[in-house]
């Protein structure tokens, strides 16, 4: 069989969005997108310079990317002709859960995608997996096509990967937006905190994360600790002190 020379893409949000802009500007062949809002699956082919394919049995690429939501990738898996070469996005389903069929895969970025923002895709990691040797193969050598960091990883990997983003990067993404809803119900200037931020991002860049560790919890500065908990209420109170507690725990190991 011949490599993979075009692709179909499956969804219309932010991976499909971003993946689909990469491979067009790395002057591949879109074939065609599919997606259950017309509306967004018109936006993005006149965006990628493609055809929206009326059914999923009518995409036309040599690989279908599933650039769709977990809980739709098993269901979408199963309407597609088993002998179409398929590739599926996910961190967390293990390859083993999709229906059986002759070429299946994972062709995951390890990273968060907002369609109003511009992304570096060529820094992006690349995590693959393929249900044989060849299918693998190819789908290292299209991720090749858009990025620099490319590699195998099974599903026990992937999973363990995608926990550690979910704190990296999602936990971390909502501590940010509880600390601007409480200076901001203060009536004080979110802006003030970015600087801090920046540097603190910046820093694993240099050190490692419990080396980097600051504040009043690896300081054991009860004090403060409690003048803050009196100021803070609800789920706030709770994560407050749920970290807390865990920073102490890891600043004595």
């Known amino acids: ?6 692709v179909s893409i499956v969804g219309t949000g932010n991976v499909a969005h971003h993946l689909g802009k990469a491979f067009r500007d790395a002057g591949f062949t ?4 599919f997606g259950r809002n017309s509306a967004s699956a018109n936006e993005l082919a006149d965006l990628l310079e493609c055809s929206v394919a009326p059914t999923l049995n009518e995409l ?3 690989l279908v990317l599933l650039c769709v939501s977990d809980n739709a990738v098993i269901d979408l898996a199963s309407r597609i002709s088993e002998n179409r070469r398929l590739a599926y996005t996910s961190g967390s389903i293990p390859l083993s859960s999709l229906p059986n069929r002759f070429f299946c895969g994972v062709f995951y970025p390890l990273q968060t995608f907002s369609k109003n923002r511009e992304i570096n895709i060529t820094t992006v990691p690349f995590l693959v997996e393929g249900n044989s040797v060849q299918h693998e193969s ?3 050598k299209l991720a090749s096509k858009i990025s620099q960091h490319v590699q195998s990883a099974n599903s026990s990997d992937r999973l363990h990967y995608h926990i550690s983003a979910v704190f990296v ?13 409480h200076v901001e119900e203060h009536g004080l200037d979110w802006e003030v905190l970015k600087p801090l931020i920046f540097e603190t991002i910046g820093k694993i860049s240099d050190l490692d994360p419990l080396d980097a560790q600051t504040g009043p919890a690896v300081r054991k500065d009860e004090q403060t600790i409690e003048r803050h908990l009196r ?6 109170k709770e994560i407050y002190t749920l970290i807390t507690q865990s920073i102490q725990q890891s600043s004595k190991k």
């Not at 879109?30 to 997108?33: A, E, G, K, Y």
């Not at 100021?231 to 706030?236: A, I, R």
């Open 60 to 62: 036309s690429g040599d």
């Open 231 to 236: 100021e803070l209420e609800g789920k706030s």
């Open 169 to 181: 990067n999602n936990f971390v993404n909502h501590l940010f937006s509880k600390g601007k809803a």
């Open 1 to 6: 069989m011949a490599g993979i020379d075009s």
């Open 138 to 140: 190819e789908l290292m």
């Open 30 to 33: 879109i074939s065609d997108v």
